[in-house]
């Protein structure tokens, strides 16, 4: 079985990896107290996970916090087995905690054919505004409830060479559970769109000079692989306000249709 991830692993800025691939991100903060996790694929990626980390020197056992961007299946599918290696926390938010431990059956593993690796708590509950300090490396937390209601927006404060960044990414940035279909056979809020659009507008007033994708696809990883390769910056601080307006545009279409 060919292990290796259609998106080779890479170091995006600073202490800062990705080592996920085309189906989903898995980003790495390697830290003085130990490497922070920041989603963790689908179950089938253990092995591509390990690989990647293990060609950018990152120990797995090094593992210390696992942090999950939202509940659903495709970002939290090798949480147990990364932790059974490391001993590592794990953190969700308190609302999406219900996801993962079972209590809310909204994992989308139907969805996406997943068998569900087991239920769990996570053992550090995130709220809107949380930070926390790996070593020198802060990482905050908004919440920015739509896709799921406990998806989180992740702010982690970076320095490369004495340049501090702010590094961003929208925990869930997808309209696939916003549908009048899928609201009304969860008994989610009527209003869920709204509240995904209000989130939208909250976190237009940060300030982010690079974006993460939780999908690649969002901020176009593969092309951000090949200017890190070339010697060129993939910072900019335009690009979150444009992530968020297209996701708005996006958001707009799918109100037009409902
Ligand atoms: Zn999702």
Redesign the pocket.
Known sequence: MNIMSDIAPFRMFGNLYFVGSSRVSVHVIKTEEGLVVIDTGYPDMYEQIIESMKVMSLDPADICAIIH????I??TGTTLRLKEISGAKTYISRIDNDIVNGTLDLS?CKELGVENPGNFDCDVLIDDGDEFTFGTTKIRFKSAPG??LG?LAIFAHLCENGEKIVAAMHG?A?L??LNDEYIAANGLPSNLREIFRKSLHDLSTERVDLVLG?HPQQNDTAGKLQKVLSGEKITDRGEWQTFLKNTELSLDRLEARS
């Open positions: 961007s939202h509940g659903h495709d970002h989308w896709h799921t998806t869930g997808g696939n559970t939780n």
